[in-house]
Each structure stands twice: as C-alpha cells, then as structure tokens.
C-alpha cells in the first residue's frame, strides 16, 4: 500500500500544474451536450412537458465563469485534500507552480470603466505538513522591507527569494499593483 502512494506521488510530481493554467482552465468555455445537457425550463413549459417528471426538454449550451471585478488581494486555494473514488480522503502533495507576479488582464471580462493593467504580485504563501490526519500550518511572507520571512509558531527567520517559489503553496496570497 505504501509503495501504491509513493507512485501516486511520482506520477503527479512528474505532470506539470501551474496555477495561470488553472485559472484560464476555470475561464474557459465548456460546451454542456449529451448527458450534460441542461434542462431548458422554458423549452420544457413550451411544449407543454413537465419538469418533475421524466418528460422535459434537455438541450445543448456553453457555460464560462466570467470574472467582471477583482479585488485588492486576491487569494487562491490549492485544492490539498482530496477524496478517491472508493471514498478515502487523501492529501494532493503535487507541486503546483505559481508566479511571482501576474496580470489578471487575460482571464477578465473589463467593463470600460475597469480597463487598467490587473496586476498581482505575491504577498505571501501558507503551506501545510503533514497529512490528512494531523499537520502543522506555516507560512511565508513579504514583510515592508521587501525581505520574505518565514513563519512557524514562534519562530521567524529570513528566507532567499528565489527559494519562495520552490515551496508548496496551500494557500497564495497576491496583492494588486497599484500603479
């Protein structure tokens, strides 16, 4: 059983996941046919059909998620806990790369009044060790200074930037550059 998890974790190290990938997945159109077909209500009453029962109209669409206003922080959590098909809730280790800084720009829907440059930079990482069962909670932060620390119950201490990108985020924290 053991070896099954570590090959589990071999196989999702060797895929790469990155998080702007995820955001333009979650943006991105998804046509709804076959058995994911909607219900059209309104098609349904039309021909007289009804909905409660198994009689009711079924038809093609495209559902997007459509981002219209963003905030000051912009906050992302890495789904870490997980359940199998057979029920059984497991942690995702699998590193999930992130940037340092990015523009929303791409993945939003600008009303004209909103037409800026949307970009974040990272404020500030937490990550969790452990498993499932039992874990600590820490975290990394770009303090005024410009410096990154991280933070561990009482201990505090000075980390190198190019290692922040190394880590393995739980939760990302990104504030809007203010321009």
């Known amino acids: 059983m053991k070896n099954e998890t570590n090959n589990n974790n071999?196989?999702?190290?060797e895929k790469k996941y990155d998080l702007l990938k995820y955001i333009n997945e979650f943006v991105s159109p998804e046509q709804l046919s076959g058995s994911n077909s909607v219900i059209c209500e309104n098609?349904?009453?039309?021909?007289?059909?009804t909905i409660d029962g198994n009689n009711f109209i079924k038809t093609e669409t495209v559902k997007k998620i459509?981002?219209?206003r963003l905030p000051k922080i912009l906050v992302f959590n890495l789904k870490r806990f997980?359940?199998?098909?057979s029920g059984h809730y497991f942690k995702n280790n699998r590193f999930v790369s992130f940037p340092e800084e990015f523009s929303m720009n791409e993945f939003i829907d600008f009303d004209e009044s909103q037409k800026r440059?949307?970009?974040y930079k990272l404020i500030a990482i937490t990550m969790h060790s452990g498993n499932i069962n039992s874990g600590h909670y820490s975290s990394i932060s770009l303090k005024s200074d410009g410096n990154w620390y991280s933070i561990s119950d009482k201990k505090v201490n000075l980390v190198e930037k190019q290692n922040i990108l190394k880590t393995s985020g739980y939760i990302l924290f990104y504030r809007l550059i203010e321009k």
Do not use: A, M, R, S
Request: proline share 0%.
């Open 10 to 13: 071999k196989i999702q190290n």
């Open 43 to 49: 098609c349904t009453q039309l021909q007289n059909e």
């Open 66 to 68: 459509v981002i219209e």
């Open 82 to 85: 997980t359940q199998d098909f």
């Open 117 to 119: 440059d949307w970009g």
